[in-house]
């Protein structure tokens, strides 16, 4: 894993811009700890910062190739978990490979088939090709979008980068937010919109999509993938089968690096099926897996059962670890730590996250880093196969808005009048409606199999991404890349097209995961009610946030002729009046105002200027 960086323009020399360019390449250094590098031309540079998985001694980036007619320069963010087949097909094309990199795959596949090569990649990948003779950048991003690519056109230039803060580095980006920034905040926020980002004339490359940008044309967007609805014709048994050979699949190719490699176990559905393949695997190479949970200190004598989150994961992960033979370590967290990192996880994702969901990651992988490069973690489980609960409660499934996130009224009720401009339940609704109208369907489906459609692609077109978000840039913060096996474009495909009463076989959310990997857990894991990440319940964490909202709005905050105190004052005293999180599962009041402290934060850091 790696960050890119990128700059072009017609009107200037680059090489007088080697400030610039330098302070954009040091934002991605914790993404790319172990090397980095720079291909410039008069109007371009390209930038690279490297974390080493394959093949450490090589795979220097930008790799540059040369043809009769071209010049291609390459810098790459990700993994190919197809490498080896796609080397085996161009090497019958007559290519020499001199490392063993997926890098230079890459570098070939784009030389041998041009922008088609994305229909052959099997991976997570966000990469920038400049052809020197034709002046003509070409970019893509994976079809899930685990790896980011934001980018910011102007006339006669591009500038791009796998983050924010690489963009914001550059002196042609300013950092402005307008009325439509502020709605993403307040209204969508944690989420965002694909495609968009918050700041004005930044664009986010979306997922399945690929830009080619001339300097005397700008950028042209093109879609290379989407979901498309097929008839599903396999009978139970098949269907229980392919779902475990897609999945087994994936968790093995994902298992290859040449660094240290553990994997996240929460004693979890997801993540357990993961850990008992890798464990599986590792044991015919004569190798013991690692494994790896979060806990939080006193999080046993304060834990709460509720809808979202039924049990807690501790005394589950004993069972799985016993029950694969792995090596185990249990990191637990410090509460008051997790809000005072509040700030770091707002710096690594650029922008307000997800509070202390977002915090107690960057710190768990803070700790996995001290030993691990590599892990393999259970996101998009729960999307594709209709984990969430908002899946089975049919008064949320029904309801026409985003299911994670109902309540506009919420989050209005929290800034004073005037500060979002227009119609907000407005905006919000045409935002879910692209979506919804976007979504492929079958001729005579019924009403829930349309709706389950529907649900599937707003959860991996916008909840899913905000978990995807939270992962790159909390474990790439601190040089730790995370993969992510459920990602498999091939699994999502076929999961697509999977009828409702398959997926939650036995009337069980994941009833089809279950049962296609019963036998390889235990029964008690196997069968256990979904839990999401696990955050803490201790009263440390809320009343170190409040000490930290409070001291921030009595030194002065850009917040402060926005919010209306009196609704806050009155969450914050009645916190169980709350009847729906803020967002997703977990973000319940202490959360909100977290939310809160972070966009405080992210205005002040970033120097953010609101103009509407």
Not at 37 to 52: D, I
Request: with cysteine; net charge negative.
């Amino acid at each position: 894993m790696c960050g890119i960086a990128g700059w072009i323009d017609k009107n200037q020399y680059l090489s007088d811009q080697q400030t610039a360019l330098d302070a954009m390449s040091r934002t991605l250094e914790r993404r790319g700890p172990d090397d980095h590098g720079q291909y410039t031309e008069p109007n371009v540079c390209l930038l690279h910062r490297r974390l080493a998985v394959v093949d450490p001694q090589n795979g220097h980036q930008p790799m540059v190739t040369h043809t009769a007619r071209e010049t291609y320069a390459l810098v790459y963010n990700g993994e190919l978990y197809n490498t080896d087949e796609l080397r085996s097909e161009l090497e019958t094309l007559g290519c020499h490979f001199s490392t063993h990199s997926d890098t230079e795959v890459l570098l070939q596949a784009y030389v041998a088939w041009g922008a088609d090569c994305v229909q052959r990649l099997n991976g997570i990948f966000a990469f920038a090709v400049w052809e020197k003779n034709s002046r003509r950048l070409f970019a893509a991003r994976d079809r899930m979008g685990v790896k980011p690519f934001y980018y910011y056109p102007y006339p006669g230039g591009l500038v791009f980068g796998s983050e924010i803060k690489a963009l914001l580095a550059n002196p042609m980006v300013e950092p402005v937010v307008d009325s439509d920034g502020l709605n993403q905040i307040f209204l969508l926020g944690p989420g965002a919109i694909p495609g968009r980002a918050v700041y004005c004339g930044m664009e986010e490359l979306a997922p399945g999509w690929s830009l080619t940008f001339l300097p005397e044309e700008g950028v042209k967007l093109h879609r290379w993938w989407k979901l498309h609805a097929k008839e599903h014709t396999e009978d139970e048994a098949t269907s229980i089968a392919h779902v475990r050979a897609l999945l087994t699949d994936s968790i093995r190719r994902q298992l290859v690096s040449d660094v240290p490699l553990c994997t996240l176990l929460s004693g979890g559905l997801d993540s357990s099926i993961i850990s008992a393949v890798a464990a599986q695997e590792y044991r015919k190479q004569g190798r013991q897996l690692n494994t790896y949970s979060v806990d939080y200190v006193d999080n046993a004598k304060y834990f709460q059962s509720n809808l979202f989150q039924p049990a807690p994961d501790s005394e589950f992960v004993g069972e799985m670890v016993d029950a694969i033979g792995s090596k185990h370590h249990n990191v637990v967290l410090d509460n008051a730590a997790q809000a005072d990192a509040l700030l770091d996880a707002v710096r690594a994702r650029d922008y307000p996250g997800m509070a202390d969901i977002d915090s107690s990651l960057l710190l768990f992988c803070r700790e996995i880093k001290k030993d691990y490069t590599v892990g393999l973690s259970g996101e998009c489980a729960d999307e594709i196969f209709g984990g969430y609960p908002w899946y089975h409660r049919e008064e949320i499934l029904f309801e026409d808005t985003f299911p994670w996130s109902r309540s506009v009224n919420l989050r209005t009720s929290i800034l004073q009048p005037g500060v979002l401009k227009g119609d907000s339940a407005a905006y919000v609704r045409a935002e879910y409606l692209k979506t919804i109208n976007d979504t492929e369907k079958l001729p005579g489906e019924s009403k829930k199999e349309a709706r389950m459609r529907e649900m599937f692609r707003l959860n991996t077109d916008w909840f899913m991404q905000t978990l995807l978000t939270r992962k790159d840039r909390m474990s790439m913060y601190s040089g730790v890349e995370m993969r992510v096996p459920f990602c498999d474009h091939r699994l999502v495909e076929y999961t697509y097209n999977l009828p409702w009463e398959l997926k939650s076989l036995h009337g069980r959310e994941k009833g089809i995961l279950r049962e296609a990997f019963s036998d390889m857990l235990p029964q008690r894991i196997a069968w256990r009610k979904k839990s999401p990440y696990p955050r803490t319940f201790s009263p440390a964490y809320s009343q170190r946030v409040m000490e930290l909202f409070r001291q921030v709005m009595e030194k002065g905050s850009p917040l402060t002729d926005m919010l209306n105190f009196d609704r806050l004052r009155d969450l914050a005293e009645h916190p169980d009046d709350l009847s729906e999180p803020w967002y997703g599962q977990l973000m319940r009041v202490p959360q909100i105002f977290a939310y809160l402290l972070q966009i405080h934060w992210w205005m002040t850091e970033n120097h953010v200027r609101i103009v509407q």
